[in-house]
């Protein structure tokens, strides 16, 4: 059975800081996403990675992907109070990008001024 | 071009009726899955169609179904509803039953609550 592990489950962090959110999945996966959901809201894609090495920049939020450790990492950089939401990594059910998705738990982020 | 809606955006229901939920994808995308999210939790994965067909279920009971039609809209309907069906409902569409590097775009939501 596929799993989707993320840590940590909450982080605190201090505006203009730096950290890592952590997924590890137990299966082979053709792709990871990560989404972002604010508190009562849908998901938000944040970025696709195709393949073992992939990274992708959006502003303060970069995201990799090793699929040979099944491991993807979200790094914030410079931490500002509007990036406090649930973030959730996600693989596909299967391999061939079938867009059925296992999610992580999700991390709560909360960026403290 | 809209994006993808749901309805309702709220419903209360009681122990043992039954619920429709309504999705109409993205203009274009003819694949929708349905997720449930329960509070704190990520969405579990309830089941994908692809023009009209069911294609793949995830571990969710039969009285969980539903329904495309050619409009690639959606139905999610909920039998003999339970307590632990109250989440918020979440409906996907993307362009085709493979991803081929897009990603699939998520509806807002319906929030059902089963009292």
């Known amino acids: 059975e596929l799993k989707v592990e993320q840590n940590p489950l909450f982080l605190s962090m201090q505006e203009g800081k730096n950290y890592t959110i952590y997924c590890n999945y137990s299966?082979?996966?053709?792709?990871l996403y990560w989404y972002r959901q604010d508190p009562g809201k849908s998901l938000e894609s944040l970025f696709v990675?195709?393949?073992?090495?992939a990274v992708k920049q959006e502003g303060r939020l970069m995201a990799s992907l090793d699929t040979k450790a099944r491991l993807s990492t979200l790094h914030i950089t410079a931490a500002v109070h509007d990036l406090s939401a649930t973030y959730f990594c996600?693989?596909?059910?299967?391999?061939?990008?079938?867009?059925?998705?296992?999610f992580g738990t999700g991390t709560l982020l909360a960026v403290q001024p | 071009e809209t994006g993808v809606t749901q309805s309702p955006t709220h419903l209360i229901k009681t122990r043992g009726q039954q619920v429709t939920l309504r999705c109409s994808s993205q203009?274009?995308?003819?694949?929708v899955s349905w997720y449930q999210q329960a509070l704190g939790q990520g969405p579990q994965f309830i089941f994908q169609?692809?023009?009209?067909?069911?294609?793949g279920r995830g571990n969710f009971p039969p009285r969980f179904s539903g329904l495309q039609f050619p409009n690639y809209s959606s139905e999610l309907n909920v039998n003999a509803l339970e307590l632990d069906d109250s989440a918020l409902y979440l409906c996907?569409?993307?362009?085709?039953?493979?991803?081929?590097?897009?990603?699939?775009?998520f509806g807002p939501g319906t929030r059902l609550l089963v009292l």
């Open positions: 996907a569409s993307s362009p085709d039953i493979r991803g081929r590097g897009e990603t699939q775009y």
């Open positions: 203009s274009g995308h003819n694949t």
């Open positions: 990675l195709l393949s073992n090495g």
């Open positions: 299966t082979t996966s053709d792709r």
């Open positions: 996600a693989v596909d059910m299967a391999r061939g990008a079938t867009n059925k998705l296992i």
């Open positions: 169609y692809y023009r009209e067909e069911e294609n």
